[in-house]
């Protein structure tokens, strides 16, 4: 039996999804347009169906492709981020930079073990970004808990909502 704290995330949960209804029909309309793959929001699409018979051009998929990919190359280089602390001095010392950039680097070991997934995560939300202005990405560890593991969730699946200060603070998300 479910208590009644469960419940109420249930409730909270689909009342999330029904106030999302009008911009998943959008999401449909720009899928269709633009990311055909991802044009399953409202309709749902069977294996081998046809789904850009409509479209009187590839240019508008191409675009969003090459957008997609764009943002890639520019948010994520060869090396795109690594570890500071808060404290200027602290963080220039020399054997204090020295223990970050170790830290810097397992980090980066651990994101880019392609076990992690991250490449085709962040690829797949990229596209996601570039076609509908939102993406959904979810970190956590792998089933066996030895590595990490980074996931793209089709954005008809999950219903946010955001707090007083304009951050995401809640994310619903259905799966069968």
């Not at 347009?33 to 018979?53: I, L, M, Q, S, V």
Request: aromatic share 12%; charged share 30%; net charge negative.
């Amino acid at each position: 039996r479910m208590d009644s704290r469960a419940r109420e995330v249930i409730k909270i949960g689909d009342k999330a999804f029904s106030d999302k209804t009008a911009v998943d029909s959008l999401w449909q309309e720009i899928a269709l347009n633009f990311y055909p793959e991802r044009a399953d929001f409202t309709t749902k699409r069977n294996h081998g169906a046809e789904f850009a018979d409509h479209a009187f051009s590839s240019y508008p998929f191409l675009a969003r492709r090459e957008l997609g990919n764009m943002l890639s190359e520019f948010l994520r280089p060869e090396k795109w981020f690594s570890i500071h602390v808060d404290d200027e001095e602290l963080d220039e010392g020399d054997q204090e930079r020295a223990f970050l950039e170790k830290l810097t680097e397992i980090q980066w070991r651990a994101m880019n073990d392609p076990i992690a997934n991250l490449v085709t995560a962040a690829g797949q939300t990229d596209h996601d970004f570039a076609a509908f202005g939102n993406g959904v990405i979810k970190y956590g560890l792998n089933i066996t808990g030895d590595s990490l593991l980074f996931r793209n969730y089709h954005l008809r699946d999950n219903a946010w909502s955001e707090n007083a200060e304009g951050k995401i603070d809640c994310n619903h998300r259905n799966w069968n």
